[in-house]
Structures are given as structure tokens and as C-alpha cells.
């Protein structure tokens, strides 16, 4: 699975959008890119992923670069209780199921 | 969607004895389950594959003999903690779901602590 880089921490006004950043340059042509969250003391929470078009649900939105090197993910007004940890994770599709693999993230931290 | 049940939140148990944790799948089949582990401050490691009907696959490094793993059904797998000791206390989660096309669904999490 490719490799993602993101920013170790990030703060974001209450209200504004929280622009995410993830970089993941090694990824194939195959491979998705997911995004979950972490609240404090919580498990992981699935949020959104693409393969190569932009893609929006009911909780964010996720911009793919044409070349797929990179990504953003988007909370559009983010709230108090957007403040976690947030993954960036490439993962192939199909064939098996395969375990997600997660680095670090980027700690967002939301302030009124 | 997907709901994944882990019991319980928490646990305090004494050093030396076991502590199982478990995880369902409220509202789907899940034939494989994955066993991460998370110190504070750090990131989720996997431990190991549970697959129904068959033995768990356990990552480098994790002792199989230690951390049981059972998937008797296709909606729980649980895991046993042996032999407790202080240095296992770590925050468990489990995750199941529909595969990479659709995301993984992760339980609340296990916050074990051996005293």
C-alpha cells in the first residue's frame, strides 16, 4: 500500500471550513484513498473515500488531484466536535479484504 | 450502515488472569475481523485477522499464545487477553465491515488497564 504524509496538527475556527491535506504520491492506479476520523477514546469512524473523482457525502467532501498525488478533505463548517485525529489511508480494492494500515494523522483541533 | 458492537469499554483486571473482549456485528455478516491495538498517543496497530472458521492471522510480533483470537460465527470474533500483565493495558478495537469498496466499521473500543 502507498505511503500518505500529513500535517501532524492543524487548528480550524469554529464555523470555517478545515482544509486537510494528505500527500501520497506512490499511489497506484488501483488504490483508493480513505479518510476516518478518531475522537478521543473512540474507534475509528469511516468518513469518506475516492479513487480519482471528487467525491462529497453528509459529512465531508474529498478533492483528488488529477495526477492522485495528493488529496484534501473537507469539513465545510467545522464544529467543536470535529476535533480528532483524522487518517489519511490508501488502500487497493477488490480481491481479499485487507486491514487498514494507519500512520499518524493530523490532529485537527477546532476552537470557538 | 454497519454498526460493529465491542463490549466492554473498559476493563480493570488483575495481573495474571485473562480478560476476553468482544465484537459483533449488529446488522451484517463479516466473515474476516481485524484486532488493532493503540498505546497512548499513538497510532492503531494491528494485531491480527480474525477469519470465521479458522485460525486468526497474527502480525510480527504479536504472540498468538497470548492474545487468543476465536471467530466461531460470522458476526463475533472475540479476544482474550491471557495472562494479563501491566504492560498489555492498551486501548483494543476491532473493525469488520464491507470490504474496501465501501469502508471499515470499527467498534468503540476496549480501554483495558491490568493492575
Known amino acids: 500500500d502507498a505511503k500518505t504524509t500529513q500535517p501532524t496538527s492543524m487548528d480550524c475556527a469554529e464555523g470555517r471550513a478545515a482544509n486537510l491535506p494528505c500527500n501520497h504520491s506512490t499511489i497506484s492506479g488501483n488504490e483508493y484513498v480513505y479518510w476516518y476520523r478518531q475522537i478521543h477514546s473512540q474507534g475509528p469512524q469511516y468518513i469518506i473515500h475516492g479513487l480519482k473523482n471528487n467525491e462529497t457525502n453528509e459529512m465531508a467532501s474529498l478533492i483528488i488531484t488529477e495526477d492522485r498525488k495528493s488529496s484534501t478533505l473537507i469539513l465545510p463548517h467545522a464544529t467543536l466536535r470535529d476535533t480528532a485525529v483524522y487518517y489519511c489511508i490508501v488502500r487497493a480494492a477488490g480481491g481479499s479484504q485487507g486491514n487498514l494500515i494507519f500512520g499518524k494523522g493530523t490532529k485537527l483541533s477546532v476552537k470557538p | 450502515g454497519a454498526v460493529v458492537s465491542q463490549h466492554p469499554s473498559w476493563v480493570i483486571c488483575k495481573s495474571g488472569t485473562s480478560v476476553k473482549i468482544e465484537c459483533r456485528s449488529l446488522d451484517f455478516q463479516a466473515t474476516t475481523m481485524f484486532w488493532y491495538r493503540q498505546f497512548p498517543k499513538q497510532s492503531l496497530m494491528l494485531m491480527a485477522t480474525s477469519n470465521e472458521g479458522s485460525k486468526a492471522t497474527y502480525e510480527q510480533g504479536v504472540e498468538k499464545d497470548k492474545f487468543l483470537i476465536n471467530h466461531a460465527s460470522l458476526t463475533l470474533s472475540t479476544l482474550t487477553v491471557t495472562s494479563a500483565h501491566p504492560e498489555d493495558s492498551s486501548f483494543y478495537i476491532c473493525?469488520?465491515?464491507?470490504?474496501?469498496?465501501?469502508?471499515?466499521?470499527f467498534g468503540s473500543g476496549t480501554r483495558l488497564t491490568v493492575v
Open positions: 473493525s469488520a465491515g464491507g470490504g474496501p469498496l465501501y469502508g471499515y466499521t
